[in-house]
T-cell receptor
Framework: DSGVTQTPKHLITATGQRVTLRCSPR?????VYWYQQSLDQGLQFLIQ???????AKGNILERFSAQQFPDLHSELNLSSLELGDSALYFC???????????????FGEGSRLTVL | AQSVTQPDIHITVSEGASLELRCNYS??????LFWYVQSPGQGLQLLLK??????LVQGIKGFEAEFKRSQSSFNLRKPSVHWSDAAEYFC??????????FGKGTMLLVSP
């Protein structure tokens, strides 16, 4: 158990809909990262938040947004869903804003999104 | 562009045989390097990491990796594979900016 909690574990929805994925980081971790894992693209970094502020952006679509709340949990919002958005979405957390000291990301078990 | 390449999509190894998974990186300067493992239905777990110093790094579950600067490689090895090692293995790099960049993974199958 990594200490990172993601809900829901599975989600099935239709094209055009909007969903919200939730992540609680490990106790004491201030950074939250979102990754998308698909068969063709592999693990793609979407976005990082540190202590409530956006710190880095990766390949995140404009239809996607995220935020980190004062209690440090994070939500990833996916809207106007398309078939190609079907994927496993991982949340990860780390202690600091950079990975230099420990270099370790702690991953949740993921939320599997299926868009029909 | 910075990238991590894992040339092998699938590898099948007999139980008890040795294992080597390949990883190459393309960065301007040597990044920090990592190997993660993903078991079915699970998140990724860190096996080992290389920051600097000794080029042979020991990790959990009996894995080790060797950093070779001349070959821009960071290959993962295990002397004797167990059936429970069947999983997907990801090599990753960190250059000091943002977060880890992952390779596309190598699926390890273990045959009896």
């Amino acid at each position: 158990d990594s200490g990172v909690t993601q809900t829901p574990k599975h989600l099935i929805t239709a094209t055009g809909q909007r969903v919200t994925l939730r992540c609680s980081p490990r106790s004491g971790d201030l950074s939250v990262y979102w990754y998308q894992q698909s068969l063709d693209q592999g693990l793609q970094f979407l976005i990082q938040y540190y202590n409530g502020e956006e710190r880095a952006k990766g390949n995140i679509l404009e239809r996607f947004s995220a935020q980190q709340f004062p209690d440090l949990h994070s939500e990833l919002n996916l809207s106007s869903l398309e078939l190609g958005d079907s994927a496993l979405y991982f949340c990860a957390s780390s202690v600091g804003v950079r990975l230099d000291n420990t270099g370790e990301l702690f991953f949740g078990e993921g939320s599997r999104l299926t868009v029909l | 562009a910075q990238s991590v390449t894992q040339p092998d999509i699938h590898i099948t190894v007999s139980e008890g045989a040795s294992l080597e998974l390949r990883c190459n990186y393309s960065y301007g300067a040597t990044p920090y390097l990592f190997w993660y493992v993903q078991s079915p239905g699970q998140g990724l777990q860190l096996l080992l990491k290389y920051f600097s110093g000794d080029t042979l790094v020991q990790g959990i579950k009996g894995f080790e990796a060797e950093f070779k600067r001349s070959q821009s490689s960071f290959n993962l090895r295990k002397p004797s594979v167990h059936w429970s090692d069947a999983a997907e293995y990801f090599c990753a790099a960190y250059s000091g900016y943002s977060t880890l960049t992952f390779g596309k993974g190598t699926m390890l199958l273990v045959s009896p």
